[in-house]
C-alpha cells in the first residue's frame, strides 16, 4: 500500500462494466434522489470479528499500527457543504443507518461540526492526492488547511477532534454516495481497509456501496461505553470477549472460519492492474498475476473471486470466449461461498450474463431475472441499471420488442439514481476511480 486508504482503490465494477452496457440501450439522464438504508449482511464468529475489529482500528493500510484506540468522545455532528446540498437526503440515510445501526450519537449539524464534508476542485484534488476519488484527513476544518498546513497523521492523534471528507466536483453521485458511507464511517475510527473481509466497506473492492450491517457492529463495538478512547489494544483486547457475546450474541460458540493468505506479491500485483497511470501491458500482465496468485489462497474466497473478475475483465473485448469463462468460474465460487442471495454473487452473475447475450440471449436472461431482487434488496443502483440494460439488449436480440423497451426505461431510472448521467465515454477496463485516506 502506498499509505492511502482508498474507497475505490480497486476494481469499479458499477461505472465500467455498466458504462460498455449501458452505451448500448441508454439515452441522458439525472439525479433522482437520495439513497435508501443499507441491509444487514452475514454475521462472523465473535473470536473472528475480534480480530477483524482489532486489525480495523489498530492497523493502518501502511503497515503502520496505533498505539490507541481512538474515538470522538461525545455527540458527532456533520456539515455539508452547500455545493452538495443535493445529497443532504443521503447524507440523512446515512447518518441514520448510523444511529440506528450502531448507537451513536450523531446527527448534522453546523458550526458545531467536527466531520466536515467539502465539494472541492477536482483539477485541485488530483494535483494534491493524485488518482483519488474522495478522501477523509483528520485533524482540519477545510480544503485550504488541507492543502496549506503539514498534514496530520491518524497515528500521530490522541483523540478524535476534527476532520474532512473532500469529495472533487465532477465525482458521479454514486461515487459521492459511496464517499458518504465509507469516508464518514473511517472518520469516525476504523481507519483501515481489509481486502479479506467479504462484507463490508472497509475493503477496496469497492463491491459494497452501502454500510453493512457488519460496518454498524463495528463501530457500536467502538462507541460502546466500556471501549474508552485512548484504551491501549491490550486493554480492548482484554474486554472485546464479553462485549462481543452482549453485542454479537449470535456468534457465540460459533468456530472461527478458515481464512487463506494471500500470497506475497497479491496485492502490489493488483494494484499495478489498477493503476490507469500504468500501461496497458503491465496493467494486463498484473492482472494475470493476480489470478495466477489467488490460486494460492486456501481456502478460495472472494479475493478469488474478485482476481477471475480483473483478469476478465482485462480479456472482455479481445477474448470474450475466455472472459466467459473466467466469469463463469467466478460465479460458481461466489455461489459456494456466499450462496444466491449475496451481493458478489450478483456482482458476478451480472459479468457472467454480459458475455452470454450475444450466443445466449435466454440464458443471460435467466441471470438478470434471478440476481436483480438481489441488486435491488442492496439498493445497488448502478448494478440494476446494468442488470436491466442486459435484459433490454437481451430481449432485442430474441425480437421481444416491448419487453425490451421495458427494460431499457427501467435501466435508465436506474441509472439516474447511480450516474446523474450516462457516461459512455469512460473507458470500461481502465477507467477505475480511487479514493483516499491520509494515514
Known amino acids: 500500500m502506498t499509505g492511502l486508504a ?3 482503490r480497486l476494481l469499479n465494477m458499477r461505472a465500467s462494466l455498466t458504462a460498455v452496457i449501458l452505451a448500448a440501450t441508454l439515452a441522458g439522464c439525472v439525479n433522482t434522489g437520495p439513497a435508501r438504508l443499507p441491509v444487514a449482511e452475514a454475521t462472523r464468529a465473535n473470536v473472528d470479528l475480534a480480530q477483524d475489529f482489532l486489525d480495523l482500528t489498530f492497523r493502518l493500510e501502511t503497515g503502520q499500527t496505533l498505539d490507541r484506540l ?3 468522545e461525545g455527540p458527532v455532528r456533520v456539515s455539508l457543504d452547500p455545493a452538495l446540498s443535493a445529497y443532504e437526503g443521503d447524507l440523512k440515510a446515512v447518518l441514520s443507518a448510523i444511529r440506528r445501526g450502531a448507537g451513536i450519537n450523531i446527527a448534522q449539524g453546523g458550526a458545531n461540526a467536527q466531520i466536515h464534508v467539502f465539494q472541492v476542485p477536482a483539477a485541485e484534488m488530483r494535483a494534491a492526492v493524485p488518482g483519488a476519488a474522495c478522501l477523509v484527513a483528520p485533524a482540519v476544518r477545510s480544503w485550504a ?5 503539514p498534514r496530520r497523521r491518524w497515528s500521530t492523534l490522541t483523540t478524535l477532534g476534527q476532520a474532512s471528507v473532500f469529495i472533487p466536483d465532477d465525482a458521479s453521485p ?8 465509507e469516508e464518514i464511517a473511517q472518520a469516525l475510527g476504523p481507519v483501515n481497509d481489509l481486502y479479506r473481509l467479504p462484507d463490508t466497506v472497509f475493503n477496496d473492492d469497492n463491491i459494497h456501496l452501502e454500510l453493512t450491517s457488519f460496518d454498524l457492529l463495528i463501530l457500536r463495538i467502538l462507541y460502546s461505553n466500556k471501549l474508552q478512547n485512548g484504551a491501549s489494544r491490550d486493554a480492548v483486547v482484554a474486554m472485546l470477549p464479553s462485549l462481543l457475546s452482549r453485542l454479537n450474541p449470535s456468534g457465540n460458540g460459533l468456530p472461527s472460519a478458515p481464512r487463506g493468505q494471500a500470497p506475497a506479491g497479491w496485492e502490489r500485483a493488483l494494484e499495478t492492474s489498477l493503476n490507469a497511470n500504468a500501461s496497458d501491458i503491465s496493467r494486463a500482465i498484473a492482472a494475470r498475476t493476480v489470478l495466477n496468485l489467488s490460486r494460492q489462497i486456501s481456502p478460495a474466497d472472494h479475493r478469488v473471486v474478485l482476481s477471475l473478475m480483473i483478469a476478465g475483465r482485462f480479456v472482455m473485448r479481445e477474448n470474450p470466449r475466455e472472459a466467459r469463462t473466467l466469469f463463469s468460474e467466478a460465479h460458481r465460487l461466489s455461489l459456494a461461498q456466499l450462496g444466491p442471495n449475496n451481493l458478489r454473487s450478483a456482482q458476478t452473475a451480472y459479468h457472467l450474463a454480459a458475455t452470454m447475450i450475444g450466443e445466449n440471449p435466454q440464458g443471460a436472461l ?6 436483480l431482487p438481489v441488486a435491488t434488496r442492496a439498493h445497488d443502483a448502478p448494478l440494476e441499471a446494468g442488470l436491466y440494460a442486459v435484459r433490454a439488449i437481451a430481449y432485442l436480440r430474441l425480437g421481444q420488442r416491448a419487453e425490451a423497451n421495458v427494460a431499457r426505461l427501467a435501466s435508465i431510472a436506474s441509472s439516474q439514481i447511480a450516474f ?4 459512455d465515454d469512460q473507458d470500461p ?11
Open 6 to 8: 482508498r474507497l475505490h
Open 70 to 72: 481512538l474515538k470522538y
Open 145 to 149: 488547511e488541507f492543502q496549506t498546513v
Open 174 to 181: 454514486y461515487s459521492v454516495r459511496a464517499c458518504l458511507n
Open 366 to 371: 435467466d441471470l438478470a431475472a434471478q440476481f
Open 420 to 423: 446523474g448521467t450516462n457516461d
Open 429 to 439: 477496463l481502465l477507467g477505475f476511480p480511487t479514493s483516499a485516506a491520509t494515514n
